[in-house]
């Protein structure tokens, strides 16, 4: 192989090095070092050893050194800046409101889902996140150990036939650090210019012992990490209200505070002639649009305006590795990791109302604080008589606060050396996820509340603060306990063997084989508080699930070097599940250097991913909906056909949803193809495009809420297809959950119970675009620049909603089944180093889209980083930066699918101009 093309494929893949990746500076030096003896590595996508990194697949790594000039704390943060990663991923932020889902930070490549990224640890898996109540099942990135980190390898191409069968989007790899001797400790601090969401962080390493002269080496990582939460008020200006008539809408509810009530089929609120309270949330608006209404008679309450954007959190993590040289060819090695996370969510007051269909909250007459006369908006006066209906807002209860606590461990002991002249490496791993959900404020029993309110003591209509008996007979409903906890664990046994068994005149030929047993097992155990059902605004009753299967591989690959400058790649695995038989995966891959300036490459592989345990076996509960919707019979339009339509529930109200499991599911398959060049015209630049495609069938998922109603129930107003679930009659021809006094008529459909949207197998997903990356290098009297960019254009996104169904292209727009897709994103990069100095500025861009309404446009996003480093002083490193150097906020969006409104939290940060400062001292 020519020394040109070396660095290039070292430039561009990072592959080659033994724990430290190398720069562009640092390949052009070598290039005129003398020359010694290169260990040969493995690289992510294949089980060979090889001198030469480069391979017939894409991979970006990621340095440490980068990670530090990035400016990132989390996982999930540095993940977010590689342009393949797009919709479908599970930001920290949108576990504000989900109850099924709390503490959870995912990654998604290619928009497929978290569900198709591969994350490995040390190239073995780590257990996926213990709670996952919508189905799926997805790794936890909150408990990756980033100040651990060496380097980050990023498979952008189906790897099934290596790794898993579920590698369909690609696979991500962090590598950690090892054999490192000395001792480093770090301090990290940022500080918003608007305000909260701030970060302290403290870490450490220390290691000792050289493998070579002493036979081992021990090393030890430690990091804290706390986040103070950033609320929406301290972000009005985009995200403080979801009262947006500027957007043409407004997603509030008629749960408000203080109560509408029912009085002879019209929906009142005392408040309402004044304009409502809005310093309390409180809005005489029309509920479609924002619009002001003054002749409404009830209020609604813009409920975003009191949620954390980001919940605080706190973070305990500690990684350690032991190696031991048993003899020159056999070494054993022992890794542990354990992260604590505990994030605490904050959503608004629990909504007083009959959700479950228990019959409505009354208030009774002659009840202390009952309206016998109040003003309605016109001037009527209006005199109330017997037990009053409500739709009340319980901010006396505070904001419904939950704790996740999560405890992520992972061991491995294994051996690796040479064996009868075979490269090998065998193991034992456990990992584990065990999470609880603690009910810490807000969440009151159902039952006992509307016990309480029929006491007539408890003030819901004027919004004065309670008397000392009506706050008892609220606190007494608290839900004060730790309500969930789960478990999921992985146990594996691999191993793999590698070797060059022949030497042809075009090279060597190298040859892999390896295996692996795993076993799965869930354990979900809400508490019985969870199970009966009796908590208002959210839960559901949840029964226990346990479950657990076993996976049997057999991998082979092999490299074979057609021509000299031809090399093709064969893989090959085998998977036996005990639940759902036999699969088996290929894999192909071909390098060809034309020239010495130019490498083409290209891969075909297939995939399988067998629906997880959650996907099957989680039972189905109930949930609210995201976004609000009208019951399309009983209030088109948000405009309610009659007085016995609950305005509360019924229009522009978060419905109850049916999630969990469903164990009718059948595997997702899919066909992954990928085309490439590399192209060095100097040793100081270098430039590569890929084409991939993939191509899903079966797909696992749920649709999402405005699917159900705006598509199935504007098709099918009645059930939506199956999917709307409507209460039953009565005896007496009543619906159940009718209003007192107020039945709906024969002839007219019951209210909608619930909406179903449960895990199920969908249509096709035809993904397709185009990778880009360039390097440049600019030696300069001042220094050296070094310019690195990487972008992902996607040509198609095109999805059926169901199988054999018509096609959706969501590229460049917004759907409720996958959110926004965004046609072009990129990352940038400018470094300057000279000396003891360097500086960084970094351009992150994803391209704008179609909004969720298709009426508008979301606007292009980009924000600029800026960083200074000094290390003039032995061992001392300093680091002084700006996030969002222009403080760009979020762009407007009408999207309704996050309980933050008025722009996407999974699109763009909402923190603003941050300043950061980070000190790092290493004694060597």
Request: with cysteine; proline share 5%.
């Amino acid at each position: 192989m020519n020394p040109k093309m070396k660095k290039l494929s070292m430039a561009l893949v990072h592959a080659l090095g033994t724990g430290v990746a190398l720069s562009l500076a640092a390949t052009g030096a070598q290039a005129q070092a003398p020359a010694q003896k290169i260990d040969k590595i493995e690289v992510t996508g294949s089980n060979i050893k090889r001198i030469e990194g480069e391979g017939a697949l894409p991979v970006t790594v990621i340095t440490r050194d980068e990670i530090a000039k990035s400016g990132v704390t989390t996982a999930a943060e540095l993940l977010d800046k590689i342009s393949a990663s797009n919709a479908g991923g599970y930001s920290i932020g949108q576990g504000v409101g989900d109850s099924g889902t709390p503490g959870l930070s995912a990654a998604s490549l290619r928009g497929l889902g978290s569900t198709n990224t591969l994350i490995l640890l040390n190239g073995r898996r780590v257990s996926n996140y213990a709670f996952n109540a919508s189905g799926g099942g997805t790794v936890n990135l909150n408990q990756i150990p980033l100040a651990a980190v060496e380097r980050v390898e990023v498979l952008k191409d189906g790897a099934s036939a290596i790794y898993g069968t579920d590698a369909i989007g690609g696979v991500i790899n962090f590598i950690l650090r090892k054999d490192f001797t000395g001792a480093e400790v770090s301090a990290y601090g940022t500080m918003t210019d608007q305000g909260g969401g701030n970060t302290r962080k403290y870490s450490g390493t220390i290691g000792f012992g050289d493998i070579n002269k002493n036979r081992f080496n021990v090393l030890a990582s430690f990091d804290y990490q706390k986040d103070t939460p950033l609320k929406a008020s301290q972000r009005t200006q985009f995200g403080g209200t979801a009262i947006r008539p500027d957007l043409g809408f407004a997603q509030t509810s008629g749960n408000v505070f203080p109560a509408n009530f029912v009085f002879n089929g019209v929906n009142y609120n005392v408040t309402s002639a004044n304009g409502c309270i809005p310093s309390a949330g409180s809005y005489r608006i029309n509920a479609a649009t924002g619009a002001p209404a003054p002749l409404q008679t009830n209020c609604r309450y813009d409920f975003t305006s009191v949620l954390d954007i980001y919940p605080p959190s706190e973070r305990k993590g500690f990684f350690g590795r032991a190696a031991f040289q048993i003899t020159n060819d056999h070494q054993a090695f022992l890794e542990y990791h354990l992260s604590q996370n505990e994030v605490t969510f904050a959503s608004s007051e629990a909504p007083v109302n009959d959700f479950t269909g228990n019959g409505p909250f009354l208030y009774p007459a002659g009840g202390r604080y009952y309206p016998t006369s109040f003003t309605a908006p016109g001037g009527a006066t209006i005199r109330p008589t017997g037990a009053l209906p409500i739709a009340w807002r319980l901010k006396d209860g505070g904001l419904r606060t939950n704790r996740a606590d999560s405890d992520e461990s992972r061991l491995v002991a294994g051996l690796q050396g040479i064996l009868f002249n075979w490269d090998y490496n065998t193991a034992f791993t456990q990992s584990k996820s065990e999470v609880s959900d603690n009910y810490i404020d807000g969440w009151v029993r159902e039952s006992i509340l509307k016990r309480n309110i029929a006491t007539g003591n408890i003030d819901v209509f004027s919004g004065n603060p309670q008397d000392a008996t009506g706050q008892q007979l609220i606190n007494e409903a608290k839900i004060l306990e730790k309500v969930r906890e789960s478990e999921a664990k992985v146990t594996t046994f691999d191993g793999r063997i590698s070797k060059e068994i022949a030497n042809l005149k075009s090279g060597p030929v190298g040859l892999a084989l390896g295996f692996e047993h795993r076993k799965e097992e869930l354990n979900d155990r809400p508490q019985e508080v969870l199970f009966s059902g009796d908590i208002l605004g959210g839960g559901g009753a949840l029964p226990a699930t346990q479950a657990d299967r076993t996976i049997k591989a057999f991998f082979g690959e092999v490299s074979v070097p057609i021509l000299k400058n031809l090399e093709a790649q064969f893989a090959v695995r085998y998977d036996d599940y005990s639940d759902f038989g036999s699969t088996t995966n290929p894999k192909v891959g071909i390098r060809w250097t034309p020239t010495k300036e130019v490498l083409v490459r290209s891969s075909y592989s297939t995939g399988f991913r067998a629906p997880t345990l959650s996907d099957l076996f989680l039972p189905r509960f109930l949930s609210n909906t995201a976004d609000v919707h009208n019951d399309p019979i009983r209030c088109p339009g948000s405009n309610p056909i009659g007085g016995f339509v609950n305005a509360g529930l019924e229009c522009d109200a978060q419905f109850q949803n049916q999630l969990g499991g469903n164990t009718a599911l059948t595997p997702e398959k899919s066909k992954n193809w990928t085309v490439g060049v590399i192209f060095e015209p100097s040793n100081t630049m270098s430039f590569g495009a890929d084409y991939w495609d993939i191509r899903r069938r079966n797909s696992i998922g749920a649709l999402g809420d405005t699917t159900v109603f705006d598509v199935y129930g504007g098709a099918d107003p009645l059930n939506a297809g199956g999917r709307f679930v409507r209460t039953t009659r009565n005896a007496d021809g009543s619906c159940r959950g009718d209003l007192p006094g107020a039945p709906t008529p024969a002839g007219t459909p019951c209210p909608i119970d619930f909406v179903i949207q449960v895990q199920e197998n969908l249509g096709k997903y035809n993904v397709n675009g185009i990778d880009l990356s360039g390097s440049m290098r600019f030696p300069t009297g001042a220094g050296q620049i070094t310019l690195k960019g990487e972008g992902t254009y996607i040509i198609h996104y095109r999805y059926q909603q169901q199988a054999e169904g018509e096609y959706i292209d969501n590229v460049g727009r917004f759907s409720a089944d996958n959110g926004a897709i965004t046609r072009w994103r990129h990352y940038v990069t400018i470094n300057w180093r000279s000396g003891a100095w360097g500086a960084t500025l970094g351009q992150n861009f994803s391209m704008g889209y179609r909004d969720a309404s298709d009426t508008r446009r979301v606007g292009s996003y980009e924000t600029y980083d800026l960083q200074g480093t000094w290390e003039g002083f032995k061992g001392l490193g300093v680091v002084l930066g700006v996030r969002n150097v222009l403080d760009r906020d979020p762009p407007a969006s009408d999207q309704g699918q996050t309980f933050q409104v008025g722009y996407d939290p999974r699109y763009t940060d909402a923190h603003g101009r941050t300043y950061y400062m980070n000190l790092r001292y290493a004694f060597k």
